[in-house]
């Protein structure tokens, strides 16, 4: 049997029977075809909007107004103005990761971390090293600078800090603005040595756009040549209060420190070798600072102290006050 081309194999035969029927679409086949195209073009809309949407917030850069000064303590920078990021930014996320990782280098060779609160940025304190002064402190010891207010009233008392600039406290530090001490081993018996100094800043913008423009930063070799900062990140979160940020640090002593004569902070004497802090910085991923989330705890509870910075922020921190102890 022979086959026919695949063109004419479906011609008819001398007769005319057998020929193959050519039709249309249907009326319900137009209409379904047609349904699936007003849903995909739909779609492509929408995924366009969300999109266009997701690029504009992510990626919106603006001018911001501080108060005189702030641009000088924070960079070493003349005036007032500055262009920056406004938070959710996923790129700034980035380099907070990035600065978050030398911070925890940093910690890996350190021998002591003091967190310190601060109430402004009326000063400078970034030293590279602190001069003991024997006459106060004869036969020094680091290891007798058991928590952040005793470190505090070291370095007023040896002339690195103004009395007042940085706030004492015991458990959570209530402030907005904190600096970080990391101190490495040191070849002298008369000072200590500084290998970084990290700041954590939020700012209340003046004039518009209003809202807080938050800065966190690492300086090692601090001097009047050198003012800038060797890491840092930035965002600022429109229609943000600073104090939407309530905690920056708490601090946990030793157990041993327990004593019926101190019984205000017994809620935070649960370390059982070594101190250690929690640390919060924000995160630029978050659209505010503010979080509606505010859980309650009871008097009895640490938690009553900082519940309320939980899921604000993924930059969540816990750092031994001693590392190499």
Known sequence: MTLLPPSNRWQSSVGGGNRRAIRGFSFSELLMAAAIAVCVLTVAVIAFR??????????????????SGALFTLYG???????????????????AELLRDTFYEDISHATAVYCLARTGRDEIVRP???????????NFDARTLGTPDVFRDFLEQNGIADAGFF????????????????????????ALSVRAVYELDLIATEGTPTGTYVS????DNYSAQNRAPTDYYDVFYPESDPADFP??????????????????????????????????WPDPAAPVLANDSNPTYGGGDPRSAYGQMGSRTSFFLVVPMFPAL
């Open 50 to 67: 969300v999109v266009s949407q997701s690029s504009n917030r992510y990626g919106q850069y603006t001018k911001i107004h501080l108060p």
């Open 77 to 95: 920078l003349g005036g007032t103005d500055l262009q920056t990021w406004v938070a959710p930014n996923y790129g700034r996320v980035a380099q």
């Open 128 to 138: 590279t090293s602190i001069d003991i002064d024997q006459g106060l402190y004869p």
């Open 167 to 190: 706030f004492g406290y015991r458990g959570a530090a209530g402030r907005t603005n904190l600096s970080i001490f990391i101190l490495q081993p040191s070849t002298s018996e008369t």
């Open 216 to 219: 966190v930063r690492r300086y």
């Open 247 to 280: 905690v920056t640090a708490v601090h946990f002593e030793l157990s041993r420190r327990l004593a019926p004569s101190d019984t205000a902070y017994d809620l935070f004497k649960v370390a059982p070798e070594k101190p250690f802090y929690f640390l919060w």
